[in-house]
């Protein structure tokens, strides 16, 4: 069984590593055609997202996964650009046959950036910090189901699940591994990475300098700079006058002529796992309903809300599930955009002559341009739309944390999201005790067919029911200098791994 | 001769090239307020679009039926302008109500005030000027919620300390002149001397300050609404439409250009006002700034 479980496993690593593979062999072609790259190149990266600091169990932010994930830090997995799980510091690992107890083989000749070798005990200290009472990981709540650790010897670690989780395995990818006896983490780094921090000069930028005595391939560059900028045109500027070679993400579609007609850039369209939300409280009244719901949202043209916020760019997915999560299906039937249909369910449910609802509208793009949109395809079907402008703590403590709003918009920026709505203390309070118990036997389940058919079923089952309003999911726009090869294009979870990045001389 | 003739009229009468000059000032800025005005006025009767009618396509250029073509949305950005007009001038009038009904009360109670109370009173007033007035706007908007009327109670509060140190001043000034002690001593009381013969003598400084404030109102407001605190959308307030027209300056400059233009041309027009307010009817005061 557990054999079974691992040759699955192998298999689709072996997939991955040939798409990997076959990525990096288009791109190395393209670079070679106009000359050689420079294995000492300084790259430099343009960003929006400056850590807050560098400890990702202590509220670092996007910033600190952007330029630290995979580049500084590693875990014992790690996420493909591609949604993929593969084995990174775990050279190997067993499952038992009741999927309770995971043993772990840590690599070989592993070394930290100050010269301590890898052992078990450090990959011990590391969960438990994410597991902690203080720790702010976002990955916290899904690591829970760890009862115990072991390190039978320095290359082993044992670990036993309370209940069964199948995506232990793809959470673990977010548990950077560090030196257990790393101090004054939010300022300096211990980690494995290919490369070391060279200097963070707070407000502007943050340098890593490739790590000389790294176990796997050595970074394809020598020093990686990640510059940050307030605003999308200051950053676009600093690409235009080649101050940055690359912008880990695009904000809006209209910056982008500049570069599209220009050979000395590339524009990449790559899929987000950014979903825009209008997310209604499923508990409250009118929202409860599920008819109300489903009227709304089919009141609503998602297309050309999109097309407003993103032009060409983007696309509608119908449900919280973007492409790159396996259980992906394409959803965008489900409560279609239809005004009929609209007005006939909100006479079914009783508000023949509409009703008028409080929007928590944060305060930041896109937001205030989504719900004035929404506000005007709602009055067409008579509903009133009250914008409540509010910013990003007033939405963590109001919305998220108090449960007090009616209906709100907001970024959901991570991927396999769709577990939240298994949880009916989640702020939306969508209560379904089938969705509930779906999700709840996905995390349980003995494969990943059985876990992708039931998500699938989950998904389904929330985007029939309006759950939330899944509005459109944004596009992840990398722009580069036509020199650069080798960057992330999907920036799953604002990863942007920098190790493979060459540039031409 | 009445004691108000004392202080504030013209020893001599300017000489013509000056008085000209003057006027001209002050209709240049009639006129350019008034055009803004202009503009408020006939949006309460006539809009080319709805405010909330999507229908035209994105980001459309000049011509074909949207003169200034439209926003993000497909709406009509004339429509936007006109409407963001009145957000300006109501803020601009609001924030200069609340800071002259506070600034005044306050202004004249530390004028009258003796020792330590003077003392606490006027470092109050310091230290509430040199508080940012957009960072006071931010706390008392975060402190509500944001909405048109947060921000005009906060900028006006941010403003009535401006306004109270001026009035102590002039207040103080007044108040040795020998007019009042002859009100005084002839048996005028205190609130009745303030209202007849204090207040007369200090407005037309007032006003002229007043007016400047009005365009730091307009600025201030903007700048909040820019920063997605002030009057919350769909109202098109003009620092909300530069913030949205920002991102798509250099594809449909329009969007950006119209509500800072409009913007200037209030905050210069006013400033001409109130410069040429000074100049008639506090001519002892030319060259000196408020």
């Keep these: 069984m557990s054999l079974k479980k691992t040759s699955l496993y192998a298999a689709t690593t072996v997939a991955a590593l040939s798409v990997a593979l076959t990525a990096c062999g288009g791109s190395s072609s393209s670079g070679s055609s106009g000359g050689a790259w420079d294995k000492d190149a300084t790259v430099n990266i343009g960003s929006l997202y400056e850590p807050q600091n560098l400890d990702n169990t202590a509220g670092g932010g996007q910033g600190v996964t952007e330029a630290l994930n995979g580049n500084v830090y590693e875990g014992l997995f790690k996420l493909t650009d591609d949604g993929d799980v593969e ?118 930028a943050l340098s890593l300098d490739r790590f000389a005595d790294y176990w796997g391939d050595a970074a394809a560059n020598k020093k990686v700079v990640f510059h940050y900028y307030k605003n999308a045109t200051a950053l676009n500027n600093a690409l235009m006058t080649n101050a940055v070679d690359v912008v880990t993400g695009e904000q809006s579609p209209d910056a982008l002529d500049q570069f599209k007609n220009n050979q000395n850039y590339k524009v990449n369209d790559g899929d987000s796992t950014t979903k825009l939300l209008l997310a209604f409280n499923d508990k409250a009244k009118p929202f409860n309903n599920v008819k109300v719901r489903q009227a709304v949202s089919a009141a609503i043209d998602d297309k050309k809300l999109l097309h407003s916020v993103w032009g060409d760019y983007g696309r509608l997915i119908g449900s919280m599930v973007p492409p790159t999560d396996p259980w992906y299906e394409d959803l965008t039937d489900v409560n279609a955009y239809n005004v009929k249909k609209a007005k006939r369910l909100l006479a079914e449910a009783g508000y023949r002559d509409g009703f008028a609802f409080t929007l928590d509208t944060p305060n930041y793009d896109p937001h205030p341009t989504a719900a004035t949109f929404i506000k005007s395809e709602l009055a067409k079907v008579g509903i009133t739309v009250k914008i409540n402008t509010i910013t990003s703590d007033q ?77 459109y999911l944004y596009p992840q726009i990398v722009v580069a200098s036509s020199k650069l090869s080798g960057y992330p294009l999907n920036g799953l979870n604002a990863q942007f791994y920098a190790y493979d990045i060459k540039k031409k001389g | 001769m009445t004691p108000t003739d004392l202080l504030a009229r013209p020893a001599e009468p ?23 005005a202009l503009l408020a006025v006939v949006s309460f009767l006539w809009l080319p679009y709805s405010p909330d009618d999507t229908s035209g396509g994105r980001l459309a250029g000049p011509g074909d039926g949207h003169l200034l073509g439209t926003d993000k949305l497909g709406r009509d950005l004339l429509t936007q302008l006109m409407t963001g007009a009145r957000i300006a001038f109501g803020a601009g009038l609001g924030s200069v109500s ?57 900028i006006g509060l941010a403003q009535s300390a401006v306004v109270a140190r001026l009035v102590r ?8 002149q020998d007019y009042i002690t ?41 700048s909040l609404s820019y920063l997605g605190l002030g009057a ?24 950006a250009l119209a509500p800072g233009i409009l913007l200037v041309l209030l905050v210069i027009g006013v400033n001409l006002i109130a410069d040429g307010l000074r100049d008639v009817l506090d001519p002892a005061g030319r060259g000196r700034r408020t």
């Excluded at chain 1, 000749?109 to 438990?128: C, N, P």
């Excluded at chain 1, 969508?430 to 079923?457: G, M, R």
């Design chain 1, 87 to 204: 084995k990174l510091l775990a050279e190997n690992y067993k499952v038992s046959d009741d999927g309770l107890t995971y043993t772990f083989t840590l690599r070989d000749g592993v070394r930290f950036h100050s010269g301590k070798k890898l052992t078990s005990a450090d990959v011990k200290y590391s969960l438990e910090k994410v597991l902690a009472d203080d720790s702010q990981s976002a990955r916290k709540s899904n690591l829970k189901v760890v009862k115990h650790i072991a390190t039978p010897d320095a290359k082993t670690v044992k670990v036993t699940l309370s209940q069964k989780s199948i995506s232990f395995v793809y959470n673990l990818s977010y548990v950077w591994i560090i030196n257990s006896e790393a101090k004054n983490l939010k300022t300096t780094e211990d980690g494995t990475g290919p490369y070391t921090l060279a200097k963070w000069t707070r407000g502007s």
């Design chain 1, 395 to 471: 939405w963590y403590t109001k919305v998220y944390q108090n449960h007090d709003f009616t209906a709100t918009l907001q970024e959901h920026v991570n991927d396999r999201d769709l577990v939240w709505y298994g949880n009916p203390d989640f702020y939306w309070g969508y209560d379904d005790k089938h969705v509930t118990a779906w999700i709840k036997q996905a995390e349980e389940a003995s494969t990943t067919a059985q876990q992708t058919a039931l998500l699938k079923k989950a998904n389904r089952k929330t985007a029939e029911d309006a759950a939330s309003d899944w509005l």
């Design chain 2, 14 to 36: 300017a000489t013509g090239r000056r008085s000209r000059r003057r006027s001209a000032t002050l209709v240049l800025g009639c006129v350019l307020t008034g055009l803004v």
């Design chain 2, 98 to 154: 609340v800071a002259a009904l506070v600034g005044v009360t306050l202004g004249v109670l530390a004028a009258f005030a003796q020792g330590w109370l003077d003392d606490t009173l006027s470092a109050f007033l310091d230290i509430l000027i040199a508080f940012p007035t957009l960072l006071l706007a931010m706390l008392v908007v975060a402190a509500r919620s944001a909405t048109l009327g947060s921000a005009v109670l906060a």
């Design chain 2, 169 to 176: 001043i002039l207040v103080k000034r007044v108040l040795t």
């Design chain 2, 182 to 222: 002859a009100a005084r001593t002839s048996g005028t009381s205190w609130p009745r001397t303030v209202a007849g013969h204090v207040l007369p003598n200090i407005w037309p400084t007032l006003v002229v300050n007043l007016a400047l404030q009005f365009g730091l109102a307009v600025l201030a407001e903007a």
């Design chain 2, 232 to 255: 919350p959308p769909p109202n098109a307030s003009w620092g909300r439409l530069l913030q949205e027209a920002q991102a798509t300056f250099t594809t449909a400059p329009a969007g």
